[in-house]
């Protein structure tokens, strides 16, 4: 399974076939599903989760969105997202890059990955996803400044804050070491009750003495708190309302003309605003459409009604009623025959 996904050059769930324009599932989204049938242990996924290679990275993040349970997503999931290596998921669509951190984000934030529904997540449990998904938007900011200090944190007893997942501070020194490799950065730090934990260049700062006039000259979000959670999921909340597709009478907030090119078919254009007395004389034909086959319906039920009635009156002609040649029979007794 890994040697297929290294060989993958795409994310999405359908390619078109090299010999005709017919879609089929793409080799990533197969060799997902056959790991999604497959029983593997948490010591294997977690060695997806860790792999070299960002297409078996992605393969678990997909996975591990589609069949494990949303109390574990966090979990398994936050650390990828200060993952600043950068490659191209989707290079039949819109073929731009962007790093695997936010390729994870969107699998937190939206409901559908291409044209896959993903399992629905709790309302409660989105909440706190999208509060702090809004905190690493900024903690990719941090992290980027602080490779290129990180020399400051290889140094022991430097006094640094750390931020937690839920945008609280915490006091501490660092310990003097980094963890290997370009990816993920993390620095040991202890704190002011005793315990270390490794912590990401994106989440720590730098103590700065309020003395010192010349480093407060130059702040930047190596040694600065940045912006609240409050702030930032304001933010959050403007974006999506300006993102909005439906605002008041702007049924289409896109680019205006839109061009859908079907499989093998004509193109087709949408999204481009028509005149009003264009608009009213569709509606105008279409109505009288509608009555025009209104009419006909009627018609072909009259006639269906007049021949079922000529069929009838010439095969199917009743016996006369006894009672009606014998009028002393009407104050007889009706009388049954049994046998």
């Not at 254009?269 to 025009?292: F, H, N």
Request: glycine fraction near 6%.
């Amino acid at each position: 399974m890994s040697k297929l996904l290294f060989s993958c050059t795409t994310c999405d769930t359908e390619v078109r076939n090299q010999n005709s324009l017919v879609l089929e599932p793409s080799l990533f989204v197969c060799c997902v599903y056959r790991l999604s049938t497959c029983s593997l242990t948490e010591g294997d996924l977690q060695d997806l989760l860790s792999s070299q290679s960002v297409w078996i990275r992605s393969a678990a993040y997909v996975l591990t969105r589609i069949g494990i349970n949303h109390e574990r997503h966090w979990d398994l999931l936050s650390e990828a997202l200060l993952d600043d290596e950068e490659f191209v998921p989707f290079p039949l669509k819109d073929n731009k890059g962007e790093t695997v951190g936010q390729f994870v984000e969107h699998l937190l934030a939206k409901d559908k990955y291409c044209n896959i529904a993903l399992p629905r997540i709790p309302i409660a449990t989105r909440k706190d996803i999208n509060r702090r998904l809004a905190l690493y938007r900024q903690f990719r900011l941090r992290y980027a400044a602080n490779l290129e200090v990180i020399h400051n944190y290889r140094k022991p007893k430097v006094e640094v804050e750390v931020c937690d997942e839920d945008g609280e501070w915490s006091k501490g020194r660092t310990v003097g070491s980094t963890s290997q490799g370009e990816r993920c950065v993390t620095t040991l730090v202890r704190f002011q009750d005793g315990s270390q934990h490794s912590v990401s260049l994106g989440m720590v700062i730098q103590r700065r003495d309020k003395g010192d006039k010349q480093a407060w000259e130059h702040e930047d979000l190596t040694c600065e708190r940045g912006r609240s959670t409050h702030e930032l999921m304001d933010q959050v909340l403007q974006e999506q309302r300006n993102a909005a597709v439906a605002t008041g009478k702007d049924y289409f907030r896109g680019g205006g003309q839109v061009t859908v090119n079907p499989l093998g078919g004509v193109p087709i254009i949408a999204g481009v605003k028509r005149k009003a007395e264009e608009t009213k004389e569709e509606t105008d034909s279409e109505e009288e459409a509608d009555i025009l086959e209104r009419r006909n319906e009627k018609q072909e039920l009259l006639e269906r009604q007049a021949k079922m009635a000529s069929i009838t009156s010439r095969y199917c002609v009743a016996a006369p009623d006894q009672k009606d040649k014998n009028p002393d029979l009407l104050n007889e007794p009706e009388r049954m025959r049994l046998g």
